[in-house]
C-alpha cells in the first residue's frame, strides 16, 4: 500500500483503489500512469484555451474528458474539481470560469507530482 496524499478531503490519488483495478500488477499501473501524465498536459491547455474564450461548450467537455480520465486513475480530487469545471461550463455564467480552471490546475499539479513520486521513486 502507498501513502495516502490528501488535496483537501479528497485523496489526490486512491492507490489502494488503484491497485484493486491494475489487480496489483506494478507494470500496467506504470503504463496507466504514464499514459495519464503524456495525454492530460495537452487536455488541460485546450480547457484553459476555452476557459479564456468562454466557449462553454468545449469546457463542459473538455472538464468532463478530464473527469473521466481521472476517475479512472483512481484521482479523486482532480476528478471533483474536473466535474465543479464540467459544472461551471453548463452554467454559462463567464465569472466562475476562471476560479474554476485556477482550482482544477492546482489539483493537477499535485497529482502529476504524486504520479511522478511513483513512477521514478529514486
Known sequence: MGRHIMDGELLVLDQVALDEITEGDA???????AEYQK??????EELGNAVKACDFEQVTYRAHMLKG??????????????YDMEMAGRSG??????PAYE?????SRRLFAEIER???PA
Open 103 to 107: 482550482d482544477l490546475v492546482g489539483h
Open 39 to 44: 495525454t492530460t498536459p495537452p487536455l488541460l
Open 69 to 82: 480520465s481521472s476517475r479512472s486513475i483512481c484521482a479523486p480530487a482532480l476528478s471533483e474539481a474536473a
Open 93 to 98: 455564467a463567464p465569472d466562475g470560469l476562471a
Open 118 to 120: 511513483i513512477l521514478d
Open 27 to 33: 507494470g500496467f499501473k506504470a503504463v496507466l500512469l
